[in-house]
């Protein structure tokens, strides 16, 4: 079955800094993987995917994704936090047998100033 | 191009009544996923539909929750007999359906139960 863990309930990085929010996957077979952010009372929004190709993935807002095959894992960075970065951060992961997006627990980034 | 649309936003009903759901995918999507998230939880898996087809129904409770999405018309998440445990945001996204492409997500509909 395919699964996506975030290992980190909060992340709290000083606005300026680089910020990393941890994703790691489990699949059988080509992983293709997500990442969504929530600001309060919103719905998701997405930022950026991987499917194939290069490692490093670029997306909205400055986010961008690295792909690890061999850690499986694909962290979310940024080189500078912004406050407005501030918000509930999701990992999915695509079923390949059914075609459903299956998503991680949430990682909540505070960016102080 | 308007984005997935859900309606309506806020429902409250009384521990009995029906609450249903609608959400309009984006256009051109033919796929719909409903999610639920409770308070300070993540989102739960409940319902996978294509276009008069139920694709994945593992995250449905077994009893009072429906799905539907018909060949014309936005597609229904139906609850009855609601419960105070009912109570969450219940969110709808559309997509094409490739496994390669992202799902775009609604708003949202937040249940209350009183």
């Known amino acids: 079955a395919q699964s996506v863990a975030q290992p980190e309930d909060q992340v709290n990085v000083a606005e300026g800094n680089p910020l990393t929010v941890k994703c790691t996957y489990s699949v059988s077979g080509n992983p293709y993987l997500f990442w969504y952010v929530q600001y309060p009372n919103r719905g998701l929004q997405f930022l950026l995917k991987?499917?194939?190709?290069?490692?490093l993935v670029k997306g909205s807002y400055g986010f961008e994704a690295e792909f690890n095959k061999s850690q499986t894992s694909f962290h979310l960075k940024k080189p500078s936090a912004l406050v407005s970065d501030s918000a509930l951060y999701f990992c999915a992961v695509r079923d390949i047998s059914s075609g459903k997006l299956i998503f991680g627990q949430g990682t909540t980034l505070q960016v102080k100033p | 191009n308007a984005g997935v649309m859900q309606n309506p936003r806020h429902l409250v009903r009384r521990r009995g009544q029906e609450a249903r759901l609608r959400c309009s995918p984006m256009?051109?999507?033919?796929?719909v996923y409903w999610y639920r998230q409770l308070p300070e939880e993540g989102l739960k898996f409940m319902v996978y539909l294509q276009k008069e087809n139920i694709i994945d129904e593992s995250g449905m409770p077994k009893e009072r929750f429906s799905a539907e999405f018909p060949k014309e018309g936005p597609s229904i998440l139906r609850i009855q007999q609601v419960v105070r445990g009912d109570s969450a945001a219940y969110f709808c996204?559309?997509?094409?359906?490739?496994?390669?492409?992202?799902?775009?997500f609604g708003q949202g509909t937040r249940l209350t139960v009183v």
């Open positions: 991987y499917i194939t190709g290069d490692n």
């Open positions: 996204a559309s997509s094409q359906g490739q496994v390669n492409t992202e799902a775009f």
């Open positions: 256009k051109g999507h033919s796929h």
